[in-house]
């Protein structure tokens, strides 16, 4: 695509996004779509995955047409999720939690949804996130290594250049870490990198980028996850590439 078409494209985005409240969105889809077809990605895992949200962005916004795997341990949640995965065959939700050990965990439910998480809300958490995110019950929840799954899902849904995003609420380290190995046949991950504490534990965003570099896993791009949090930065996200995938002549 040339530039032009595509800085056209990407304004005509950008014009939608503010007229449906949601121009905070923009970096990150625009990113989006640029990797998954630069980089020929023909599966997504969206890990922590609530209603399917990211994954209906991927469809009406950045426009990717291949398999989805969507991750979500709520139970509350997942029916709506599953619901909304049905109208799409290469869609599919699976209610479990993935983490770096096969078995069940406690998984609290936070008093709003999206908070909800393997671990625990830190009590140097800001304020304004108090009422929303406590724990208001826990449930038991399935977890997986990916390491382990990985080639279970190869087999069923047959894809080639998957991309792992995570928002796991703190734990997408743990994430990382059960992939093991295999994380190597990732083209990108997009990880959710917190800057001031919201749970017990939580991996910082200086360590978490650290330990992707460790794994041959560079940044492509940031941006802030939300509407922001003025004055105090609190979480960003951060897409990564596969240094295995970038040209070796660069």
């Known amino acids: 695509m040339s530039r032009y078409v595509r800085e056209l494209r990407d304004r005509a985005l950008a014009v939608r996004l503010a007229l449906a409240g949601r121009v905070h969105q923009y970096p990150e889809i625009q990113v989006l779509r640029r990797f998954l077809s630069a980089f020929a990605v ?111 899902l190869k087999a069923a849904h047959d894809f080639a250049r998957p991309f792992l995003k995570m928002d796991t609420q703190g734990h997408d380290l743990s994430v990382c870490e059960g992939a093991g190995a295999v994380l190597s046949e990732m083209a990108g991950v997009q990880t959710e990198l917190g800057v001031r504490p919201i749970y017990e534990g939580g991996t910082g965003y200086r360590v978490m980028i650290d330990w992707l570099a460790d794994h041959a896993f560079v940044p492509s791009a940031f941006f802030a996850n939300n509407k922001g949090h003025f004055p105090l930065l609190v979480e960003m996200d951060g897409i990564f590439v596969n240094q295995a995938y970038l040209p070796q002549d660069r």
Not at 44 to 71: C, E, P
Request: net charge negative.
């Open 42 to 152: 023909d599966c997504v895992f969206d890990v922590g995955a609530n209603r399917g949200q990211y994954a209906t962005m991927l469809r009406k916004d950045a426009g990717f047409r291949g398999t989805i795997l969507s991750f979500e341990p709520n139970p509350q949640v997942f029916a709506e999720l599953e619901r909304r995965a049905a109208s799409d065959g290469k869609w599919h939700a699976f209610n479990m939690a993935l983490s770096d050990f096969d078995g069940t965990a406690s998984f609290n439910i936070m008093a709003a949804d999206q908070f909800s998480s393997l671990k625990k809300p830190s009590g140097e958490q800001d304020a304004i996130f108090a009422d929303r995110n406590k724990v208001t019950h826990t449930v038991d929840m399935q977890c997986r290594r990916l390491e382990n799954l990985l080639p279970e």
